[in-house]
């Protein structure tokens, strides 16, 4: 429990290092994650996750979007897994497609879990040219009681992704960071806590700076 | 640490469940912190309580020059095991071999994970082992060999007990946590 302190701290740093950028947004973002495993070491993902901002430059509340997706996924090793899928995206006035393909490796450590994900995705929108985005995450889960996340333990998690994407004749880079604090409830069910923070358009403009309070529920089947 | 171990082969299949908890060296029975002190590694040990379906045990984890060392006590803080990591060229050669061979003989296609070497018997026997004292008879070594492997098109983590000459003894198979929150 003593590692809660230094993580209070990061949480935090990371809410006043979004609050102190000019152009920022902060809101809400949570996430419904269901996965049920098939024979043959396939397994089917399936999430909602919606968005609602509060904030942006004073308090402003508004609705931006709910994704949908379902991915399905195959084991080619035992740490290492395919996986491909579809997103809908749907906004107050449009709705969009993507296609979803990623590559996840994930090791095993004494007191911690470290992932690597290697991802693509393209999004299609009526007369809008194709998105193309290739992304990379590194996650670490570390556990705050034990060697690993047992039932009725709290976890730390730390995302660092980084995503190159292009459009027509436009590219973009985005920075991501998330810091969660999360719970095993069951072997099969977890819930996180946390902070994920956005930057992109630092490259041709002035950056953007995005701050979402997340709550992420995961449930395995 | 929850690890699920289903016993395989021909003994009836059985769950194991064993929870780690990180417990405070005051809370350990002297016994076991007696045998620790014995073995006076001089770097930082971690202790851990076990708690599996049929008993409860004490842990101690230290690793001392690059080598990974981990003792294993009952509830009462009498000494079960002291494990220790090794590389496939630290085991005896003829020993890897027959290991090996036994391990191609069950699976199309393996890797080995991790090695380590059980020294249990009698206390005073594996003390004077590891400390490098005039041998004690009693002292008993097995090898404890994690590997990665498909089988019947999943792929799985195994822990493999094999005898001091490298003859098969049983195995369990691990039951992974999830790993979706890191996935997606």
């Known amino acids: 429990m003593k590692r809660f302190f230094p993580i209070s701290i990061l949480l935090l740093t990371l809410a006043f290092a979004g609050m102190s950028q000019n152009t920022v947004q902060m809101g809400l973002l949570p996430s419904l994650n269901v996965s049920k495993k098939l024979p043959k070491d396939w397994s089917l993902h399936a999430k909602a996750e919606s968005r609602q901002q509060l904030y942006r430059g004073d308090f402003d509340y508004a609705y931006l979007n709910t994704d949908m997706s379902l991915i399905a996924g195959s084991k080619i090793s035992l740490n290492t897994s395919l996986a491909a899928g579809y997103l809908v995206r749907v906004e107050p006035d449009a709705v969009s497609h993507r296609a979803i393909q990623q590559l996840t490796i994930v090791n095993r450590y004494a007191g911690f879990r470290l992932s690597h994900r290697f991802s693509a995705d393209q999004t299609f929108q009526r007369d809008e040219a194709t998105e193309f985005r290739f992304r990379y995450r590194i996650s670490s889960e570390f556990a705050l009681q034990g060697q690993s996340v047992d039932p009725g333990e709290y976890f730390f998690k730390l995302n660092n992704e980084y995503l190159y994407s292009i459009q027509g004749k436009a590219d973009d880079v985005e920075i991501r960071l998330g810091a969660f604090v999360g719970y095993s409830l069951k072997p099969e069910t977890k819930i996180e806590l946390g902070i994920d923070y956005r930057v992109d358009s630092f490259i041709n403009s002035s950056s953007r700076h995005r701050l979402w309070f997340a709550v992420n529920f995961y449930q395995n089947f | ?184």
């Open chain 2, 1 to 184: 640490m929850l690890v699920v171990f289903f016993v395989m082969g021909s003994v009836a299949a059985q769950n194991k469940y064993e929870k780690e908890v990180r417990v405070s060296e005051s809370e350990v029975p002297p016994n076991a912190r007696n045998f620790v002190e014995k073995l006076n590694l001089g770097s930082k040990i971690k202790w851990y309580q076990e708690f599996g379906t049929d008993k409860i045990s004490f842990e101690a984890k230290t690793k001392k020059d690059e080598t990974r060392y981990s003792m294993e006590f009952s509830g009462e803080g009498l000494f079960e095991d002291v494990e220790i990591g090794a590389k496939p060229h630290d085991v005896p050669q003829e020993v890897m071999k027959k290991m090996r061979d036994y391990l191609n003989d069950t699976f199309h296609k393996y890797a080995i994970d991790k090695i380590q070497v059980q020294y249990s018997g009698s206390e005073e026997a594996v003390l004077a082992f590891l400390k490098k004292e005039p041998a004690i008879s009693g002292l008993v070594i097995h090898y404890e060999v994690v590997v990665s492997a498909k089988e019947d098109g999943n792929y799985s983590l195994f822990e493999f007990l094999f005898d001091a000459g490298g003859g098969f003894i049983q195995r369990y198979k691990i039951v992974l946590q999830n790993t979706e929150n890191l996935e997606y």
